[in-house]
């Protein structure tokens, strides 16, 4: 099938999905079946291509806590949990793929939200290594920023394990302040404002209204990519061992 008809068919599957709509997903999969199992096959730009089950798990990880949310969101964030929850209990017992979420790699979708591409290792933040390296960053320091921004989050949670600080201010001297965990933090609360309103409109309108599927899945793409990173940055322990080692 012809990738634009493709996207064109797969259209309403992605608003469901995205939205957490369950009794859609479910009535997509029953009256039109073959489509269902291309949902793994939804086009992106060129030969991208991406698997919508994984519109659910970014959802997951956006409204997965109480933490930071206003008293008066709490209600809509835990409505928006809980559809999530039957979302993913449907997906597990009815899809016929088998999806390992963990494994799933932010860095390959680069292009499509606010990050660097993961196959540049001599930038970082737009500047050359060496230009921070002059300044006395340490190169463990600099390759984590790089990393992040890159949002490899394997070698990313390797570089803080070997004892890599995610506070290192690479414009200290400059007085502009740029740490990766600051900069992670800033586009996130960013993003945050673009989702939220889009479900609190979809709350009132449901699908009478329009949708630009292209910068909803950036945003929402984004927005998780930034808040796994984010978790990353702020959990991931530091091994003494190598520390004392390197």
């Not at 463990?140 to 004892?163: S, V």
């Amino acid at each position: 099938m012809d990738k634009e008809i493709l996207k064109n068919e797969l259209t309403d599957l992605f608003l469901f999905t995205f939205f957490n709509d369950l009794s859609n997903i479910k009535k997509f999969k029953s009256e039109k079946p073959n489509l269902f199992y291309k949902s793994n096959l939804f086009p992106l730009d060129g030969d991208d291509i991406f698997d919508l089950y994984y519109l659910t798990k970014f959802n997951e990880i956006i409204w997965s806590t109480d933490d930071g949310w206003k008293d008066d969101l709490l209600p809509f964030v835990r409505a928006r949990r809980n559809e999530i929850k039957q979302v993913l209990e449907f997906w597990q017992l009815e899809s016929t793929f088998y999806r390992d979420s963990s494994k799933f790699d932010f860095s390959k979708y680069w292009n499509y939200f606010y990050s660097e591409n993961p196959e540049i290792r001599d930038h970082t933040n737009w500047k050359p290594n060496k230009y921070f390296l002059q300044k006395n960053i340490k190169e463990i320091d600099l390759m984590l920023y790089n990393r992040a921004e890159c949002f490899d989050i394997k070698e990313t949670k390797n570089l803080l394990k070997r004892g890599a600080n995610p506070n290192i201010d690479l414009y200290e001297e400059d007085e502009e302040g740029d740490t990766i965990l600051a900069r992670i933090a800033t586009e996130s609360a960013d993003l945050f404002t673009k989702i939220i309103p889009l479900f609190q409109s979809f709350e009132k309108k449901k699908y009478k209204q329009h949708f630009d599927l292209k910068l909803m899945f950036r945003d929402i793409l984004g927005l998780a990519a930034h808040e796994e990173m984010y978790k990353v940055l702020k959990t991931t322990k530091p091994n003494k061992w190598m520390i004392n080692n390197q």
